[in-house]
């Protein structure tokens, strides 16, 4: 690995969480093998920061959990985004647009 | 959506943690599964598998803490935590939670209910429309002995006329009528009100309506208007007697309205108007041309909006002065009038006793939360190590903080729990035991507001003394508290615990005082001599309905067939009737006199005047000094006759013999002393007003010659009450079986009930002090008996090696004078100074009354001696073998 990995900002675990559920449900390590796996492994999400995010995202009714069974066989609890979570992504997203442009616009300044 | 998601997850965290958990625990077992799976595809041995997927979790325990702490219900939860270990360390120790828990009760349930009696009698508006616009209108008769008598009827009309400041002037006068017609002939205490007086005073009537103009027009059919209570218990609550005809003295009268059950008469004590007034009747109208002297009006005003009692006062001491310069009658002195808001008036006798309780039961609450802190330090000592621990384990001191300030809460809200239970009990005990004229206490109850202060105060101490065992914690740094040696930080400690205690005895001191006070001044109330012989007679009023004894001469027939039949029941030694009992609540009746006719009778000067029969006298036992009692031959025609108190006789004729004098006397209300009469007895001064304040003279009529109607019988006999009264009855129901008694009551509950405010008071005092000593002692005990188990091990080399047992016995008990030494010196100060406060409702005691304090000193050393002797007498006890062992 040429870099080492990078943190995740603050408050943008949210919205990677969402996005990763977006095409299908995944238990807890399958979002952080997805959120690795998509930016080449610039972040990595350990577990302990993971499982908070997504308990409180569940109580706050974005995704919803349910006990399945993975391909192998074991029992694991499955995340899938709800209504009000497509909702929340949609508006994180666009946030997040805005921010890098404001970002970009400083950066390019002057 | 955030609210709900919240509400959820206080929903989940608070009754679904079980199951939530377990879901966790079952999300964490599967990650570490899956985890571990790839470790065992990459070809580890699965428990080497298992740790590294341990390690790449991060540890189940530890995510599983952050899982929590991010839930969105984290900080609640914490706090249950934290209320759940307050819990069950209270359920350890029960002896401890008892005896806190019964302490706070104590002391937070005195302040409830008298909490509850001061809002309901200081701080609640009057039950009327507006009722901060109502003032109260007394003429002002100091010079005549009378400083708040009433007006007449000319007075009232100036007032409505002249007022600029009040919109309306209502009156009222508390009188008698008999219900007749069936076979239960009753007298009902009545008010003659003005048609305008229930409007003036802002009150409806729940049926009907109240009085109206034409009610009180000359010739206007006779009409009553009835309270809730007569009207359930006679009539049955039947609506349609409103409307219907009833017989009221003998004459057919429309019931207009009823007052509704709730409605009550708050008008000042003083005013002889009785809370409870079972109906009324309005005046005529012509009743305001009387003459100006007959005075005999309870004048109730309303303010226009915007008045201040301030202007209303000026305005009607304008009104006073230009009648005093346009009238005559008024004399050089003229007519001076006193104007008081109705509301602060009503409380005006009662407010100073009942602030000194409330002050009483916050020195109380003081010192039973002085020991709840006290009982919270010992506690908290015995925890250190605990709590040093949980400090080196890392654990955040705000935490700790917070847990100290949650169990202090935990025990306030069940002390304000258990104190509204008690503080109702408590004022269900005032009710029973509250006097007569206090009987506005019955509308004290336990409602939100009572509610609301009890945990008000409850939370409020809960905070502070919770902050007390955190002096034991916060340490401002740990290492030199663990470098001290053990007996350093007691000493420090029981440095704090004996200031409180100190506090505490001195706290209960000045209680203990102000209730020696009270008591003392109760016992010398006692023991006035009222002046007449109050045990072992029986009195009753009756009205004889003068429409059907009619001429005159029929009138007094009966009246003495009535006394003739009387004297005949077995038992009964003498028989006397009186138009005014001793401290009854009727309006009073004086009257002007004048000894030397060529004297202005404007300014004469007012006697108490009261009319009784021949043997009245000698039955109540009242003392003569000169000349005779009345005799059946004091009857028109004779030469008008009356007796006087000794006061009187020697204000007028002093020095000279008060037999065969003459005095201008007006046994007519007409407001001028016009009747000459010649005084033919002297008799000892009486109190018959009050107890221990009685200063205008008085004069005693012929009833025979100045007829009263209604009047009150005294029977003297050692027979038993109730069957006497049997008697009377059948007595009287011979004579005339439509004839209403009423007030059948023994002579002494009139005395009784002139004690019966200082009595009060002197009771509840006299019970706050005692709970407040209890308190104190358990606070000496507390610190004796933790001081002592400390020493033991000291103890037991001190008696293994020979010492006196007595004379450590002394060394202990000489510790625990100590306290009560410094603290009966700093209560005493407190006390002079609390005594002074009181002056006003001592009688006969100054503050600074040797007994009470004596007798407090000695009691509280002596409670003390025991309180520090049960814990001296365990320590040498113990074998000092057994003492070595602990620790």
Not at chain 2, 546 to 574: C, H, K, S, W
Request: glycine share 8%; proline share 6%.
């Amino acid at each position: 690995m040429a870099k080492p990995p990078a943190e995740i900002m603050k408050g943008t675990l949210d919205l990677l969480v969402l996005k990763t559920l977006e095409l299908e449900p995944r238990h807890g390590v399958g979002v952080a093998d997805r959120i690795r796996q998509i930016s080449n492994g610039t972040f990595i999400v350990k577990p302990g920061s993971l499982f908070p995010a997504l308990h409180r995202l569940e109580e706050e009714g974005f995704i919803a959990g349910q006990w399945s069974e993975t391909p192998e066989g074991r029992r694991a609890k499955y995340y899938r985004i709800t209504g009000a979570g497509q909702r929340q992504l949609a508006s994180e997203k666009k946030n997040w647009a805005r921010i890098v442009l404001a970002v970009g616009l400083i950066l390019e300044s002057e | 959506m955030r609210l709900t998601a919240w509400i959820a997850s206080v929903w989940r965290t608070c009754f679904r943690s079980g199951a939530v958990e377990r879901d966790l625990d079952d999300e964490m077992r599967a990650t570490v599964d899956l985890l571990a799976d790839r470790y065992v595809a990459g070809g580890m041995n699965p428990a080497e598998a298992r740790r590294a997927a341990l390690v790449e979790l991060g540890g189940v325990e530890q995510v599983k803490e952050q899982v929590r702490e991010h839930r969105l219900a984290a900080p609640l939860e914490t706090i249950l935590l934290d209320l759940r270990y307050a819990w069950r360390t209270l359920w350890k120790a029960p002896s401890f939670a008892i005896v806190v828990l019964a302490t706070l009760a104590l002391g937070i349930g005195a302040n409830t209910a008298i909490f509850s009696v001061v809002h309901a009698m200081l701080l609640s508006p009057l039950p009327y429309r507006d009722a901060d616009r109502l003032i109260f209108v007394w003429s002002d008769m100091t010079d005549e002995g009378y400083p708040r008598a009433p007006l007449s009827g000319p007075e009232l009309d100036d007032l409505r006329a002249r007022s600029k400041t009040c919109a309306a002037f209502g009156a009222i006068w508390a009188n008698t009528a008999a219900l007749t017609g069936d076979d239960h002939p009753e007298q009902l205490r009545i008010g003659r009100v003005t048609d305008d007086f229930f409007n003036v005073l802002g009150a409806e009537a729940a049926l009907g309506r109240t009085f109206r103009a034409e009610d009180a027009r000359p010739g206007a059919a006779p009409t009553i208007l009835l309270s809730w209570p007569v009207f359930e218990r006679r009539y049955g609550a039947d609506p349609s007697l409103v409307g219907r005809r009833i017989l009221v003295n003998d004459r057919p009268t429309t019931v207009v309205g009823v007052m509704p059950r709730s409605f009550r008469l708050l008008l000042p004590p003083d005013s002889s108007v009785p809370d409870d007034l079972q109906a009324f009747q309005p005046f005529p109208a012509a009743m305001t041309q009387g003459p100006r002297g007959q005075q005999f009006l309870r004048v109730v005003g309303r303010m226009r909006p915007a008045v201040t009692v301030d202007q209303a006062r000026a305005d009607i001491d304008g009104v006073a002065s230009t009648i005093s310069r346009a009238f005559t009658e008024y004399g050089a002195s003229g007519r001076r009038f006193v104007t008081v808001g109705l509301q602060s008036d009503d409380v005006r006798e009662i407010r100073p006793a009942l602030v000194a309780l409330f002050a009483g039961v916050g020195i109380l609450l003081l010192i039973a939360c002085v020991n709840v802190a006290s009982l919270l330090i010992a506690r908290a000592a015995a925890r250190r190590s605990e709590i040093a621990l949980r400090l080196a384990l890392g654990a955040a001191r705000v935490r700790i903080v917070r847990q100290c300030l949650i169990e202090g809460l935990l025990l306030a809200s069940l002390g304000a729990v258990a104190g509204l239970a008690a503080g109702w009990c408590a004022l269900r005990a005032v009710t029973v035991v509250r006097p007569d004229a206090l009987s506005r206490i019955e509308l004290a109850s336990i409602d939100w507001p009572v509610a609301l202060f009890t945990f008000g105060i409850a939370i409020a101490w809960g905070v502070l003394f919770s902050m007390a065992p955190l002096t034991e914690i916060y340490a401002p740094d740990l290492l030199p508290e663990l470098q001290r040696t053990n007996r350093q930080v007691d000493t420090l400690r029981d440095g704090v615990r004996r200031t409180l205690v100190v506090i505490q005895m001195a706290l209960s001191v000045v209680l203990l005082v102000c209730a020696g006070l009270l008591v003392h001044t109760l016992m010398r109330v006692q023991n006035v001599d009222p002046g007449f012989r109050a045990d072992d007679a029986l009195t009753f009023r009756v009205a004889i309905p003068m429409q059907r004894y009619r001429p005159i001469a029929g009138f007094n027939t009966f009246a003495r067939n009535l006394d003739e039949a009387l004297r005949r029941i077995p038992g009964v030694q003498g028989v006397g009737a009186i138009s005014h009992l001793p401290y009854d609540d009727l309006p009073n009746w004086g009257t002007p006199y004048l000894a030397d006719a060529a004297m202005d009778d404007a300014s004469a000067p007012n006697a108490d005047a009261r009319a009784v029969t021949p043997g009245l006298m000698e039955t109540m036992g009242l003392q003569l000094q000169e000349g005779r009692f009345f005799t059946e031959a004091d009857q028109p025609g004779q030469r008008p006759s009356i007796i006087v108190d000794d006061k009187l006789a020697a204000r007028v004729w002093p020095g000279r013999s008060a037999i065969g004098q003459h005095l201008g006397v007006d046994p007519g209300s007409t407001g001028r002393p016009t009747v000459n009469m010649t005084v033919v007895g002297v008799v000892k001064h009486v109190r018959l007003r009050s107890l221990v304040a009685d200063l205008t003279e008085q004069i005693y009529f012929p009833e025979r010659l100045i007829l009263r109607n209604p009047m009150a019988y005294v029977v003297r006999s050692s027979r038993d009450p109730a069957a006497l009264a049997a008697d009377v009855r059948a007595a009287i129901a011979a004579l005339d079986p439509n004839l209403p008694i009423y007030d059948v009551r023994p002579l002494h509950t009139y005395v009784d009930g002139a004690r019966a405010a200082r009595r009060f008071t002197a009771l509840l005092a006299a019970g706050f002090a005692v709970v407040a000593l209890l308190l104190a002692c358990v606070g000496v005990y507390g610190v004796m008996a933790y001081a002592v188990t400390r020493r033991r091990r000291e103890f037991g080399v001190r008696l293994a090696l020979g010492a006196d047992p007595s004379r450590l016995a002394v060394a202990i008990l000489r510790d625990g004078l100590t306290l009560a030494i410094a603290g009966a010196l700093i209560g005493v100060l407190g006390a002079a100074a609390a005594g002074s406060l009181l002056r006003a409702q001592l009688y006969g005691v100054a503050p600074y009354d040797p007994p009470s304090f004596l007798i407090t000193v000695g009691m509280l050393g002596v409670t003390c001696l025991l309180a520090s002797w049960i814990p001296a007498r365990r320590a040498l006890a113990a074998s000092p073998m057994e003492a070595l062992r602990t620790e």
